[in-house]
């Protein structure tokens, strides 16, 4: 098989943006408009939060400049009322607010979530090959995670914070300007320590963001390649590289914990010191009768509140910030069109697919060569299959043998040439009807880790009982399914691991079976069984293969010396093709290949 690699760096993650997008924030507000009314009552219950945060100070300097001085005690106790009054209803509605701005950014992630997968799904191979799965599991776990915050606790509730400072700069205006000017002045200072959180915030984020895609990454490699890690005594060298990827990564978030934990004891400062003001000048005022003790105490506790919201938007600027890069990360992605597409005719075989094959002249590469060339794994590829005609496809490693299964199977489409299924070219059928009429068996078995008749049938309903267990009777599987202790409802583990190898290619053969294709490939689909499996599955392919067309790829030529017709690859080039006793008397490539490994059988035996 062909390898592919990928094409520039894989790990790491794209720079950040602007940290406000206009294009960006546009679509993403799109998300919420299924949500629109929702959205509208949560703005009303900020607002009307914010509306009530005046009321406290406003209630407390009437009690000390009203009630108090006249001894009025019943005008107290309605202040007390209103007050507590006034307390309960901001609880109330702040709590109202809360769930409904987290329900509405679980409903915005669920949507996204399903979308990126369902692009996931249609994204061609190609796109794989180039972007590791650590990556897109940032993705569709950590960047979309990010806008759930922006939803819940970031776009909406800056109205909030706004309509708090607006109301509570409004309330202190007409109490006492003077008084509110000289509060005012610390702002410019809370504007500048803002000014450096920002920056130095933006920078310590985009850390985290290529730090955590790295870790990603090399968490999912390394645990998908345990076995490698194990065999050959990686742990300790696996171990430290973790090290040093886990210290940038802890360094990173260190560097942000360290900004926050400056900036707001800078913010409290200068809370205290806009106190200190208030009661400075309104203490001066009061000695010379231009204010009251009420309006300074109001303004006290007005200016605790008002410092708040700008710590909560300058937290809400990292989390704008944070949803800016994602989303563009993620919009990226939901842009991305596949390079392979169905076309804009619809073609359906409803009488079923008869099964002709061919290639013409088909040149592919799967990446540049360092010359900018194509390196071409197939150059100028040309046969064709008979409807119900058995082919094998030999050659060496690296000769193209998987690459005419990628093509064939419209996995990739090539550079050059055509290919055609029943006289129409694969390109002009749409990927969900050919893979529907081809049935593909690979050397790397993949299982779900649900039960044996879902890994057969794959949730597809119109596959009945009855189909299910005939396949399995079919391929010789019925005692392996006999002896597991729930049957078809046993479940396989994780990719299929509570089965061997040669089980689990069973398994995968049924599912071929069960599909009932009009074509069938199988991909060395018998290199890892042993000689009972492999009797099993050869009676079963004999049986399969009557009446319909079928392509055998295999490294062990026994296995494939009773095909119609086989077909000799070389660097790309198909450079012989016929029965096995044609080919071994013209004592070409595929006679050496013969001699090769019967030599090698024989040395082995010995």
């Not at 005719?345 to 360092?370: H, K």
């Not at 293969?545 to 790309?572: C, F, K, P, Y």
Request: charged residues 25%.
């Amino acid at each position: 098989m062909a390898m592919k690699a990928p094409a520039g760096p894989i790990q790491e993650e794209e720079a950040l943006g602007k940290a406000y997008d206009g294009r960006l924030m546009r679509r993403l507000l799109r998300y919420m408009k299924p949500y629109r009314w929702r959205v509208v009552a949560a703005v009303a219950l900020l607002v009307s939060a914010a509306g009530l945060q005046i009321v406290g100070p406003w209630l407390v300097q009437m009690a000390l400049d009203d009630a108090v001085p006249e001894g009025d005690a019943r005008l107290l106790g309605i202040l007390a009322t209103a007050y507590l009054v006034a307390a309960i209803l901001t609880f109330a509605l702040q709590y109202a607010q809360a769930l409904l701005t987290t329900w509405l950014g679980q409903k915005v992630m669920y949507d996204l979530r399903t979308e990126i997968f369902e692009k996931l799904q249609d994204l061609d191979l190609r796109f794989y090959d180039r972007n590791p799965v650590g990556r897109l599991m940032t993705r569709i776990t950590s960047d979309v995670e990010t806008l759930n915050n922006l939803f819940s606790s970031g776009v909406v509730a800056i109205f909030g914070d706004l309509f708090t400072l607006i109301f509570i700069i409004s309330a202190m205006l007409l109490m006492d300007w003077q008084l509110a000017l000289v509060t005012f002045s610390v702002l410019p200072l809370v504007a500048w320590a803002a000014f450096l959180f920002r920056s130095r915030i933006r920078h310590a984020y985009r850390d985290i963001r290529v730090r955590l895609a790295r870790i990603n990454a090399f968490f999912h490699e390394r645990i998908t390649g345990i076995r490698v890690v194990q065999l050959f005594n990686r742990e300790e060298a696996d171990a430290r590289n973790l090290d040093d990827v886990n210290r940038d990564y802890l360094e990173a978030h260190l560097r942000s914990i360290t900004y926050y934990a400056l900036f707001f004891p800078v913010i409290e400062v200068f809370t205290a010191i806009a106190l200190a003001l208030i009661i400075w000048y309104g203490g001066f005022s009061i000695l010379a009768g231009t204010t009251t003790v009420g309006i300074v105490t109001a303004f006290l506790l007005y200016a605790r509140r008002f410092f708040r919201p700008i710590q909560d938007l300058s937290e809400k600027y990292n989390v704008l910030q944070a949803a800016m890069a994602s989303s563009e990360r993620i919009f990226r992605l939901l842009d991305r069109e596949p390079e392979v597409r169905d076309p804009g005719v619809t073609r359906s075989w409803t009488e079923g697919m008869r099964g002709e094959l061919e290639f013409r002249d088909v040149w592919f590469a799967y990446q540049e060569g360092e010359d900018g060339e194509p390196d071409w794994v197939l150059k100028g590829v040309s046969f064709r299959v008979a409807p119900g005609e058995k082919v094998a496809i030999v050659g060496h490693t690296g000769a193209g043998k998987t690459t005419i299964i990628n093509l064939l199977m419209r996995f990739y489409d090539p550079q050059r040439g055509e290919i055609l299924i029943d006289g129409i070219s694969v390109a002009d059928v749409p990927q969900r009807e050919l893979r529907r009429w081809v049935g593909l068996v690979l050397q790397d078995i993949f299982l779900f880790s649900d039960d044996v008749r879902y890994n057969i049938r794959l949730g597809n309903r119109g596959i009945s009982e009855d189909r299910v267990r005939a396949a399995v009777r079919e391929v010789g599987a019925a005692p392996l399914v006999e002896r597991l202790p729930r049957g078809f409802d046993q479940p396989l583990g994780e990719r299929g691991m509570s089965l061997s190898v040669g089980e689990r290619q069973l398994v995968s053969f049924a599912r071929a079976l069960a599909f009932d294709p009009a074509v069938l490939i199988l991909d060395e689909a018998t290199s890892s069984v042993d000689s009972e499996i492999e009797a099993r599955i050869d009676q079963a392919t004999e049986r399969l293969m009557e009446g319909r067309t079928s392509i055998v790829i295999a490294h062990r030529l026994s296995t494939v010396q009773n095909a119609d017709r086989i077909l000799v690859l070389h660097h790309g080039e198909l450079r012989e093709q016929g029965p096995h006793e044609a080919l071994l008397a013209e004592g070409g490539l595929y006679a050496r290949l013969h001699e090769l490994q019967f030599a090698a059988s024989v040395h082995s035996a010995q």
